[in-house]
């Protein structure tokens, strides 16, 4: 079984939209950590423990993964692909944090096993609010599945 502890998977290859998840969240005083990856390549080997993750706690799993759809190596779309594929990450929460509008985004998202679908607002004040709302949702009142088996 793993242990959830309030970490945060941020899937991100903008620096801005990391620092500003990352301010967003400081001001909610919700996440306790947030893990940061630039890519799906990264964000996969963070999951399955291997690569520059190999020495993580296996057994610590984030809570939540905050996964943009575009990204260098692997794609958004492919990391969630490749998540609920495997026993291990099939029923992690998946929240993609987006910039795209397209419809197709949205359905190949949710198809593909997203839990929810947001798109990141560009107003700092409205990113907050947004975060602070993710963080109460999926930090402090969702009841996570057992992990697969």
């Known amino acids: 079984m793993m242990n959830r502890t309030g970490i945060i998977l941020l899937v991100e ?5 990391v620092e500003l998840t990352h301010r967003a969240f400081r001001k909610t ?31 610590v799993s984030p809570q939540v993964v905050l996964l943009d759809l575009k990204l260098p190596k692997i794609d958004g779309l492919g990391v969630l692909r490749a998540m609920r594929a495997d026993p291990r990450t099939k029923r992690l929460p998946v929240a993609v944090l987006t910039s795209s509008d397209e419809e197709q985004d949205i359905i190949r998202s949710y198809d593909l096993g997203a839990n929810s679908y947001l798109r990141k607002p560009v107003d700092f004040g409205e990113f907050v609010e947004a975060a602070r709302h993710l963080g109460a949702y999926w930090l402090a009142m969702n009841e ?5 088996d």
């Open 13 to 17: 290859d903008n620096p801005d939209d």
């Open 144 to 148: 996570l599945a057992p992990a697969g």
């Open 29 to 59: 005083k919700l996440a306790s950590t947030i893990v940061d990856v630039a890519d799906g390549a990264d964000a996969l080997d963070y999951l399955f423990v291997r690569g520059r993750h190999a020495a993580r706690d296996p057994k």
